[in-house]
Every structure is written in structure tokens, then in C-alpha cells.
T-cell receptor, first 111, second 114 residues
Framework: DAKTTQPDSMESTEGETVHLPCSHATISGNEYIYWYRQVPLQGPEYVTHGLQQNTTNSMAFLAIASDRKSSTLILTHVSLRDAAVYHCILLTSSSFSKLVFGQGTSLSVVP | GPKVLQIPSHQIIDMGQMVTLNCDPVSNHLYFYWYKQILGQQMEFLVNFYNGKVMEKSKLFKDQFSVERPDGSYFTLKIQPTALEDSAVYFC????????????FGPGTRLLVL
């Protein structure tokens, strides 16, 4: 499975914008970049995904490098509810895809 | 977003007993998944299921594990017999399509095997 690299932890302050980086140097051309987040004792929550173009939704903005070897999840005006472990996952084009979770980035948000 | 439900939320059983974990997937989804997460560890894929068949399973999906979705009802994970190392949180997920489609997760069933 293609691998991603994320910092173990990051900290932000309420109301700020936080940039969560993800490196995927060996990404294949047909692999999507998915972001999920998980808070303790809950199931993972879908955040966003993209292939080549930057994407945005109500939860986050995903910036994908032009060579696709890295991406950044951008959360604006973070709140305490955004504190979670954020997972950057590559989803292969094979049928019946499975998500391969790593350690992710533990984002803490302070008041 | 779409909701996946799991029943029960917690289950405590004695080693060697059988347990069935139930998942109510998103109503129009066709692909179903189970993942296992031991406390403090990464979540790991167990199995995926489509059209009444297991399509792929991991090494964690032991012979004591089985899945089914009889007549479009709950998608179930059965463990028979259970072992101590089966204690974990089991998450169900579903997606509308197969490859590269968004999977939506349930809240998990916390299984404790004594």
C-alpha cells in the first residue's frame, strides 16, 4: 500500500487557521487523497478528498501540490470540536478498496 | 453526513462464547466493511463485502470470524469462538460504490472478552 507521512502532533488556538501537511512521495497517478478525522471513542469521520485539483467543502480546504507528492488540509477558524486525529490516506484504484490508517496527526486546540 | 448505526455499543462476553456485532449501513450503499481498533492503536481493516460475498480480507480476519447480510438487513460480524485478543472496538463502514468511494463509519461496538 502506498504510504503517507504526517507529523505526529500539532497545536492550534481557537479561531486560527491550521495547516495539516501530508507527504505522499510515491503516490500513483490514479490514487485519491482522502482525509478522515477521529476523536476518541468515535468512528472516523470523512473530511474531504481530492485527486489533482484543490477542493473545498464546509469542513476544510484541501491543497494538493502540482506534482501530487504532498497535500495540505487547511482548517479555518478552528474550534475545540476540531481537536482530533487527522488521517491522510491514499485510496487505490483497485476494486473493493480498503482504508489503511496510519498514526495520523493529533491536532489539539486550545482556547 | 450519511449515518451508519451499530448495535450494540458495548458487549462483554466470556472467552469462548459467540458474539454477533450488527451494523445498519447507509440505506442505498452496496459495499460494507469491518475494521478493528485496539485501544491506543491504529485502526486496521478486517474485511469487505459486496453482493453477498467477502471480496477481500486481512490476516486479522481469522477463521473464527464470519460476515453476512441476510436479505438486506443488518450487516453482521460474528466471532465464534471469541478469544481474549478479540477485545477491541469494531467499526463498520459502508460505501455506495467500490473503488475510491467515500466510506462512512459507524460509532463502533466496544467488545470486551473476559
Amino acid at each position: 500500500d502506498a504510504k503517507t507521512t504526517q507529523p505526529d502532533s500539532m497545536e492550534s488556538t481557537e479561531g486560527e487557521t491550521v495547516h495539516l501537511p501530508c507527504s505522499h512521495a510515491t503516490i500513483s497517478g490514479n490514487e485519491y487523497i482522502y482525509w478522515y478525522r477521529q476523536v476518541p471513542l468515535q468512528g472516523p469521520e470523512y473530511v474531504t478528498h481530492g485527486l489533482q485539483q484543490n477542493t473545498t467543502n464546509s469542513m476544510a480546504f484541501l491543497a494538493i501540490a502540482s506534482d501530487r507528492k504532498s497535500s495540505t488540509l487547511i482548517l479555518t477558524h478552528v474550534s475545540l470540536r476540531d481537536a482530533a486525529v487527522y488521517h491522510c490516506i491514499l485510496l487505490t484504484s483497485s476494486s473493493f478498496s480498503k482504508l489503511v490508517f496510519g498514526q495520523g496527526t493529533s491536532l489539539s486546540v486550545v482556547p | 453526513g450519511p449515518k451508519v448505526l451499530q448495535i450494540p455499543s458495548h458487549q462483554i462476553i466470556d472467552m469462548g462464547q459467540m458474539v454477533t456485532l450488527n451494523c445498519d449501513p447507509v440505506s442505498n450503499h452496496l459495499y460494507f466493511y469491518w475494521y478493528k481498533q485496539i485501544l491506543g492503536q491504529q485502526m486496521e481493516f478486517l474485511v469487505n463485502f459486496y453482493n453477498g460475498k467477502v471480496m477481500e480480507k486481512s490476516k486479522l480476519f481469522k477463521d473464527q470470524f464470519s460476515v453476512e447480510r441476510p436479505d438486506g438487513s443488518y450487516f453482521t460480524l460474528k466471532i465464534q469462538p471469541t478469544a481474549l485478543e478479540d477485545s477491541a472496538v469494531y467499526f463498520c463502514a459502508s460505501s455506495l460504490k467500490d473503488c475510491q468511494d467515500t466510506q462512512y463509519f459507524g460509532p463502533g461496538t466496544r467488545l470486551l472478552v473476559l
